[in-house]
């Protein structure tokens, strides 16, 4: 990314926007907010060298939810339940399943630091909305979890698959969307996570899976990418896991089985994936030179630190507490 001052100024805007939403105490200032946020996305997009419909795909679909969202805020007085409407609204603003395939026919042609944006920041205001309207989404959560790690399978895209990836986080997050302390924690370590692999990705310019097998990438550096996918999904004793017990914790004690089964399988699919693939990487197709295999990286090194240490350090603590 390029600091420009065109840039800088509608990241500020979309952290104003995200804060605006945060601190809102009626419908029309978190309205606002969010609108601030899909204006200040939109030029980003467009500063792309590769000319493409992707920033009119986004404003249609987000004009579309703000349009669902108004009528929902005029039927706030009248006999009708104006939570459904609301709900609706944002769970096609945030991409949750079955509303996610706008994600998908425009996120191959927006730069890094965009996909990172519209996968964290932009999503706060519609969770929040969730939150304050706490309708019931075992539904939504279920289908978001189930299609997030199914559809990941097939798919040969790094971008697709950290899309995929988010809808799955984003069911998780909607399974504990009464528990504000838990979604919170959950959308800030997901958001690291997050920035690292797309920190590695963009270093190393990968943009298909396939590139990880025939490039002369060092060992450990293809560890650490895996490391870091696996972490995603979930898998202990990795930085995902850690958040994902805080949410399974919570679950049990409110008995509801149902949610916990789905969300063990769903990540035991995506973890599935993620070890084939780097078995494949590692093993079959290595053509790296056998001297040069375990040549170590400051950054590699670190980043695994983190994945790994992560959970151990929380469990630590929370036996001291």
Same mark, same amino acid.
């Given at each position: 990314?390029? #600091?420009?001052?065109? *840039?800088?100024?509608?990241?500020?805007?979309? !952290?104003?926007?995200?804060?605006?939403?945060?601190? $809102?105490?009626?419908?029309?200032?978190?309205?606002?907010? &969010?609108?601030?946020?899909? #204006?200040?996305?939109?030029?980003?997009?467009?500063?792309? /060298?590769?000319?493409?419909?992707?920033?009119? /795909?986004?404003?249609?679909?987000?004009?579309? +939810?703000?349009? =669902?969202?108004?009528?929902?805020?005029?039927?706030?007085?009248?006999?009708?339940?104006?939570?459904?409407?609301?709900?609706?609204?944002?769970?096609?603003?945030?991409?949750?399943?079955?509303?996610?395939?706008?994600?998908?026919?425009?996120?191959?042609?927006?730069?890094?630091?965009?996909?990172?944006?519209?996968?964290?920041?932009?999503?706060?205001?519609?969770?929040?909305?969730? +939150?304050?309207?706490?309708?019931?989404?075992?539904?939504? $959560?279920?289908? +978001?979890?189930?299609?997030?790690?199914? &559809?990941?399978?097939?798919?040969?895209?790094?971008?697709?698959?950290?899309?995929?990836?988010?809808?799955?986080?984003?069911?998780?997050?909607?399974?504990?969307?009464?528990?504000?302390?838990?979604?919170?924690?959950?959308?800030?370590?997901?958001?690291? @996570?997050?920035? %690292?692999?797309?920190?590695?990705?963009?270093?190393?310019?990968?943009?298909?899976?396939?590139?990880? =097998?025939?490039?002369?990438?060092?060992? @450990?550096?293809?560890?650490?990418?895996?490391?870091?996918?696996?972490?995603?999904?979930?898998?202990?004793?990795? !930085?995902?896991?850690?958040?994902?017990?805080?949410?399974?914790?919570?679950?049990?004690?409110?008995?509801?089985?149902?949610?916990?089964?789905?969300?063990? @399988?769903?990540?035991?699919?995506?973890?599935?994936?993620? &070890?084939?693939?780097?078995?494949?990487?590692?093993? %079959?197709? $290595?053509?790296?030179? *056998?001297?040069?295999?375990?040549? *170590?990286?400051?950054?590699?090194?670190? =980043? !695994?630190?983190?994945?790994?240490?992560?959970?151990?350090? !929380?469990?630590?603590? /929370?036996?001291?507490?």
């Amino acid at each position: 990314m390029n #600091l420009n001052l065109t *840039k800088i100024l509608f990241v500020n805007s979309i !952290m104003i926007g995200v804060m605006m939403a945060i601190s $809102s105490n009626n419908w029309i200032s978190l309205w606002t907010s &969010m609108e601030i946020g899909v #204006l200040s996305v939109v030029p980003l997009m467009t500063q792309e /060298k590769i000319s493409s419909d992707s920033p009119i /795909k986004y404003f249609i679909v987000q004009s579309v +939810s703000s349009s =669902i969202m108004i009528m929902g805020m005029m039927t706030l007085l009248s006999m009708i339940n104006f939570k459904i409407l609301m709900t609706q609204a944002m769970l096609i603003k945030i991409g949750a399943s079955p509303f996610h395939t706008w994600i998908l026919s425009m996120i191959e042609n927006v730069e890094y630091y965009v996909l990172f944006i519209l996968f964290t920041l932009i999503k706060i205001p519609g969770l929040l909305t969730l +939150s304050i309207l706490n309708e019931q989404l075992k539904f939504w $959560s279920i289908l +978001s979890m189930a299609i997030g790690s199914i &559809m990941v399978i097939n798919q040969s895209s790094i971008k697709k698959m950290l899309s995929y990836s988010s809808i799955y986080n984003l069911g998780v997050m909607m399974s504990s969307m009464n528990e504000n302390q838990i979604w919170v924690l959950y959308m800030l370590m997901y958001s690291f @996570m997050l920035m %690292l692999i797309l920190m590695m990705i963009k270093k190393l310019k990968i943009n298909y899976l396939n590139q990880m =097998i025939i490039n002369e990438l060092e060992t @450990m550096t293809k560890i650490s990418i895996w490391i870091s996918l696996l972490s995603m999904a979930g898998l202990p004793p990795m !930085m995902g896991f850690t958040i994902k017990m805080v949410v399974l914790e919570k679950m049990i004690m409110k008995t509801e089985f149902l949610l916990t089964s789905i969300m063990l @399988m769903s990540s035991m699919v995506m973890m599935f994936m993620y &070890m084939r693939i780097s078995f494949l990487a590692m093993t %079959l197709y $290595s053509t790296s030179i *056998k001297w040069k295999m375990f040549k *170590k990286s400051n950054t590699d090194i670190k =980043i !695994m630190i983190i994945n790994l240490t992560s959970t151990p350090i !929380m469990l630590t603590l /929370k036996s001291l507490s």
